[in-house]
């Protein structure tokens, strides 16, 4: 017998495959794929930055502690 959660989940599908019908379903994954690697690549430039400017600040911080 399935969960309530997995129940959820089969109704969902059941609604996407009836609203965008099985020919658009690829095209939706794709995007959906192609969105969240988007995503991913803007947050780790996000971090990249973050990590950047910690650096140039403790560096900063350093140099005013030795003056």
Not at 44 to 53: A, F, L, T
């Amino acid at each position: 017998m399935l969960t309530p959660a997995e129940w959820l989940l089969v109704l969902v599908a059941i609604v996407i495959l009836l609203v965008w019908g099985p020919d658009k379903i690829p095209k939706l994954a794709r995007a959906v794929g192609q969105a969240i690697a988007e995503l991913k690549r803007a947050k780790q430039g996000i971090e990249d930055e973050v990590k950047q400017v910690r650096k140039e600040v403790e560096s900063a911080v350093k140099e005013v502690a030795r003056a």
